[in-house]
């Protein structure tokens, strides 16, 4: 009696629940049959981009339209678009007609997708979640797709950069406009001291000793040994090296320029300046 009782009640749940009896999916000629009790084989069915997927279902217990009733086409992964098909009540049939050019380009770069159908009434009774065929994009669809995997958040690749070394020197131009200052302010410097002095510049030499001359010789040396190592100093040279000649003009400009400007001083005072 019990065994009755169980039987009885397995063959209503099969009553109450949704079941293909028969029904396709078709690419163009290409077909997949799809029948309750014959054994699935899935025979991948391939597509271009101005094919059409077709999906034609009839349903047992189809009387009232489900609750829900969708055709998903996906990669199997997650990856999966929904389509709301044709229910038929009258002849208990699904149908569906798919362009292959509505499909999203990340669907369109797949190697294999998969068309499931799923029928469901909210107190979960007898649903359908079935794979119905499985497609296959042509390599000149999956070629001409524009879809670009989205980077994920994840462990990246070691970044190596190699930073750029820091210039040596300036610009060229700077020191060379610096330079270029630098002797017109000396020449500048000649012109006063010859526009001041006038005709007296010669009789000034003429009245001079072989030390006073050594002196004023050295000192304008010692000018000129400055110009020489500020313009090797904006040319490239190191600053260590600059102060290093800076400090040992220091010494002799100071002793030779206050010798040259004491003469100047005492041929001032007497007149011939």
Known sequence: MRFSVILFALQCACAWAYTITEGSVSVGDDKVEIGEFNA????PLSFGAKDKIDVSLKVDELSTKPHQAVITIGDGNGLDLSFVP??????????????AAKLPESLKSQLRLFVKVILADKDNSGNLYRTLAELEPTSELRTSSKYKKAERVGIKPEIHHIFREDPST?????PLVFIGGAIVLFLGLLIAWTSALSSNLLAHFSDLTGLQLLYDFSFLSCLFGYEVTFARYYLGASIFTTLFYVFVLAGP???FGSRVFRDLAKFRKIGKL
């Open 170 to 174: 300036v610009n060229p131009i700077i």
């Open 86 to 99: 044709t229910v038929l009540t009258a002849s208990n049939t699904v149908k569906l007609s798919i362009p």
């Open 40 to 43: 699935q084989v899935v025979t």
């Open 253 to 255: 400009s100071i002793y």
